[in-house]
């Protein structure tokens, strides 16, 4: 399973675009980036997922360059309720099972 | 409630005591995990069941812990003679379908041994 490395904490303000990086120089061809968000007593809840270039949709965008070997997942516009810890998966999405690996994540503030 | 349940909410053990956590997955979910997450880390994998199958149990910390999923729908976690080192939160998980990346999380059960 490929390694991932993502800052451990970042503080925003609201209303503005929150940028999180993840390095996973490991990644395999088959392997899939997924970004989880957990809130403070509750489960990881699924944000987005992709393989490569750009992918949208109405939470957040994530961006894969070329090699693949980073992605950065992009909150627009962020609110106090965005305050979570956001985990970078990366993994075979065809494989038994799936066993979703999670690292330390990134615990983002975002202030008023 | 359309999501995962996971009951109870909150188990205090005396240590020594045998604990069980129960789990509802999604009406129709194939795949079920069960994660452990201590405090300020990230969940960790303990177990995988396919229907009724536990295909994947590696991530057991040791023999006293033990899952199951008879029919293929409820799930219990099972943890015998409870050590300090098991207080954490249980996660359990379910998915429409082997290998999709998106699994629903039930709110967990934060489980403390004294």
């Known amino acids: 399973l490929a390694k991932t490395t993502q800052p451990i904490s970042m503080d925003s303000y609201e209303g503005q675009e929150v940028n999180i990086t993840c390095s996973h120089n490991?990644?395999?061809?088959?392997?899939?980036i997924t970004w989880y968000q957990q809130f403070p007593s509750q489960g990881p809840r699924f944000i987005i997922q992709?393989?490569?270039t750009k992918v949208t949709n109405e939470v957040a965008s994530l961006f894969i360059p070329a090699d693949r070997k980073s992605s950065t997942l992009s909150l627009p516009r962020v609110s106090l309720s965005d305050t979570a810890v956001y985990y970078c998966?990366?993994?075979?999405?065809?494989?038994?099972?799936?066993?979703?690996?999670f690292g330390g994540g990134t615990r983002v503030l975002v202030k008023p | 409630g359309a999501g995962v349940s996971q009951s109870p909410r909150y188990k205090v053990a005396k240590r020594g005591q045998d604990v069980a956590l129960r789990c509802d997955p999604i009406?129709?979910?194939?795949?079920l995990f069960w994660y452990q997450q201590a405090l300020g880390q990230g969940p960790e994998f303990l177990t995988y069941?396919?229907?009724?199958?536990?295909?994947?149990k590696s991530g057991l910390p040791s023999d006293r812990f033990f899952a199951e999923r008879p029919e293929g729908s409820v799930s219990t976690l099972k943890i015998q003679r409870t050590q300090q080192e098991d207080s954490a939160v249980y996660l359990c998980?379910?998915?429409?379908?082997?290998?999709?990346?998106?699994?629903?999380f039930g709110q967990g059960t934060r489980l403390t041994v004294v």
């Open positions: 998966l990366v993994g075979d999405i065809g494989a038994a099972g799936n066993k979703l690996t």
């Open positions: 009406s129709g979910h194939v795949s």
């Open positions: 992709g393989y490569k």
């Open positions: 069941f396919q229907n009724e199958a536990q295909l994947d």
């Open positions: 490991n990644i395999a061809t088959n392997d899939y």
């Open positions: 998980a379910s998915s429409r379908r082997e290998g999709t990346p998106e699994a629903f």
